[in-house]
């Protein structure tokens, strides 16, 4: 559209205030080619053109002022940008209703006026770029007023603010009593919350700036202990936030405590809108406001939007949950690192019991949906079963170190780390990959092939046949055949399980699983309280261990038989499975030395397919719940080999005097270590 086509629409005596609203806007609006500077060169260019018709200038000051002067700014300001106060699966539905048939605008509502002007998604990201001034300007050349009517606008717009603030403060104070609230806090029913105090203050503010705007009183209102007490309720929030991590956290409790977040920094916001200490900063906020408004307008149907805020805080948790655990999959010291490969070696024992396992389902001939059936639940029983043996799976360990280091990362933003302490943790990290895979592969590859030749001598059979020996061999090569894409679905998988495990932990804590178990009425009856006590602590204490290991199994055995039913070539390679194969068919065919080690090189390049995709999915993950990254990857990288320079075996083998490198304090033997833990003990 021209501006001569504006002009002359705008000229029009039937043409409404709305309607000039959205025209010029859609003027201003930038196309697909231009950058947002042209907004603003248009802006430059609207005011000279209006000053050039003053006649034009005044009918439309006019019409636009008729309308403000009706125009109703309560549901923009209490509603606009803040979640619905109907739950999260309600304000689910309402968005896609009102995505499919939207309500009927009301021309005297500013939020539906907002939804009519800023119509497109487009507009957040140029009106963002346009700066406050031209934008102050642009309302300024707009409305025109006398003294009289501007000062009766303001006063007008003030009241429908500070009815704002007073609703949204009941609000706020409501809902402090929430029984998801005072589930976290059973405290809050008996103390006198800051959410509760923040509202009579306001009460009290509201009531008393109609005599200011009246001339009545000499002072302006004072809102220094509203805004002390601002502080105080987002203080009181983000502690509830951080007993979500422990008490576990739902869908519902994330979208409560980010609602209240979100109505105080309105509230706060709207406080600097009608301060009078400050008139610049006055009209800085509002434009900023101005700015906020549009940009909630543009997500304002979009339920993925929702989802990703609601989740971000549901997500933490659940990393939260998983970085718990992932301080086991990090050996420190040498007796931890020892730890781990008994462990790891234990799982590999039982890693190749279940290898075998499968070999011989497979060999039944049975019906594509049985088989499946049974070598899901041998993955899945058997991987709990590693669990309550204290066994380790190699992989499952890079989704659970993730959270770990996602921790250090955003602690070297706030200040409490560095490069150096992340470089030591990965360092850490490494190693004691390196170990546990190291254990699961040497005892797995050794025990079935132990199994195979044993078998042999005592029974004079094969455990496996000639047909299965080539497909072990066809299945593993990395270039010949899809193992490598496998061992990524399999990674996938490994991620996913670690998320299971942080849900299922997050879960427990929110249902608090213990008490539940400790008063279940069929356990009263069929164990004593010392047992029931020892069962209700174990499943409270390894419940997403459990489920994790368990659906971890069957995600692994069903993904073969979905791809058989959509007809796509989807299968999974683990490391651990695959070095255990490697085991059988060396025992049945006996090869070379060369040969064995050809095929371990194909299991641990799957190994490491495995551990690249399930560390990359949950590092990135744990970062983007923690709101953070990863910078200057380059200063990290010179950490990590200044690290490996100073001591390159740490990269396989820990250090006998291992630094303390969250306190910076000097190294301590590790029998020191043992002494020192036992005079602790023996003082408490």
């Not at 979208?255 to 009209?283: K, N, Y």
């Not at 043996?389 to 250090?408: F, N, Y």
Request: hydrophobic share 45%.
């Amino acid at each position: 559209m021209s501006l001569q086509t504006l002009l002359t629409r705008l000229a029009d005596p039937q043409t409404s205030a709305v309607k000039s609203m959205v025209l010029i806007v859609d003027w201003l609006r930038p196309s697909g080619r231009e950058s947002a500077s042209a907004a603003r060169e248009r802006i430059t260019g609207l005011a000279a053109v209006l000053e050039s018709h003053p006649q034009l200038h005044a009918d439309l000051s006019e019409r636009l002022r008729n309308w403000l002067e009706e125009a109703r700014f309560f549901h923009l300001l209490t509603s606009l940008g803040l979640y619905s106060r109907r739950g999260f699966l309600r304000e689910v539905g309402e968005r896609l209703y009102e995505r499919f048939n939207p309500a009927p605008v009301d021309m005297s509502s500013v939020r539906d006026v907002f939804f009519l002007v800023f119509h497109r998604k487009s507009d957040m990201d140029w009106v963002d770029e346009v700066p406050d001034d031209t934008w102050l300007d642009l309302f300024l050349l707009l409305w025109q007023f006398t003294p009289e009517d501007g000062q009766r606008l303001r006063d007008r717009v003030a009241l429908e603010i500070l009815n704002a603030i007073e609703l949204l403060s009941i609000w706020i104070a409501a809902e402090g009593l929430e029984p998801t609230l005072i589930r976290l806090d059973p405290r809050m029913v008996e103390r006198d919350s800051a959410l509760v105090a923040l509202q009579r203050e306001l009460a009290v503010y509201a009531q008393g700036y109609p005599a200011y705007l009246r001339g009545e009183g000499e002072e302006s209102p004072d809102d220094a202990h509203a805004r002390v007490l601002l502080e105080q309720c987002a203080e009181e929030v983000a502690r509830l936030g951080r007993r979500t991590v422990s008490q576990g956290a739902s869908v519902a409790i994330t979208h409560l405590l980010e609602r209240l977040s979100q109505t105080l920094d309105r509230i706060e916001h709207l406080l600097d809108v009608i301060s009078p200490a400050d008139p610049q900063a006055r009209a800085q906020r509002s434009a900023e406001l101005f700015r906020q408004l549009v940009q909630a307008v543009a997500a304002r149907n979009s339920v993925r939007a929702l989802w990703q805020q609601n989740s971000r805080m549901l997500a933490r948790s659940v990393t939260e949950n998983s970085s718990g655990h992932g301080e086991h999959y990090i050996a420190g010291n040498r007796r931890d690192y020892f730890r781990m490969l008994g462990s790891a070696a234990g799982g590999g024992v039982i890693i190749a019991l279940m290898a075998l396992i499968k070999l011989k389902v497979l060999e039944l001939g049975l019906a594509p949906f049985t088989q499946t059936l049974l070598v899901a639940l041998n993955y899945g029983l058997g991987f709990v079963l590693i669990h309550m043996l204290h066994g380790t799976v190699a992989t499952k360990q890079p989704a659970m170190t993730a959270a770990s280091i996602a921790e250090k990362v955003e602690q070297g933003e706030k200040g409490r780390a560095n490069a150096r302490k992340l470089a030591e943790l990965l360092v850490k990290v490494g190693r004691t990959q390196f170990v546990a895979v190291l254990g699961n592969v040497a005892l797995a590859v050794t025990v079935a092939w132990l199994l195979g030749w044993g078998y042999r001598a005592w029974a004079g059979l094969e455990l496996i046949d000639q047909h299965r020996y080539e497909y072990i061999r066809a299945g593993l090569h990395p270039w010949l055949s899809p193992a490598l894409l496998y061992a990524g679905i399999a990674g996938v998988w490994l991620f996913c399980s670690g998320l299971i495990a942080g849900f299922f932990d997050n879960r427990a804590a929110y249902l608090n699983l213990a008490e539940r178990l400790r008063g279940h009425p069929l356990l009263r009856r069929i164990l004593p309280q010392a047992m029931r006590e020892r069962v209700a602590t174990y499943l409270h204490d390894n419940y997403g261990a459990l489920m994790s290991n368990f659906l971890f199994g069957l995600l692994l055995g069903y993904t073969g038989y979905v791809g058989y039913l959509l007809g796509l070539p989807i299968d999974i390679r683990h490391v651990a499975f695959a070095s255990a194969e490697v085991g059988y068919a060396a025992a049945y065919a006996m090869p070379g030395p060369a040969e064995v080690v050809r095929l371990l090189c194909f299991a641990l390049m799957i190994g490491g397919v495995n551990l690249a995709v399930s560390f990359g999915l949950a590092l990135s993950v744990a970062l983007r719940a923690r709101g953070t990254r990863i910078t200057g990857p380059g200063k990290l990288l010179k950490a990590y080999f200044q690290v490996l320079r100073e001591r390159p075996a740490g990269l396989l083998y820990p250090p006998a005097t291992p630094v303390d490198t969250e306190k910076g304090e000097q190294p301590v033997p590790v029998k020191a270590q043992g002494k020192a833990q036992e005079k602790v003990q023996e003082k408490t």
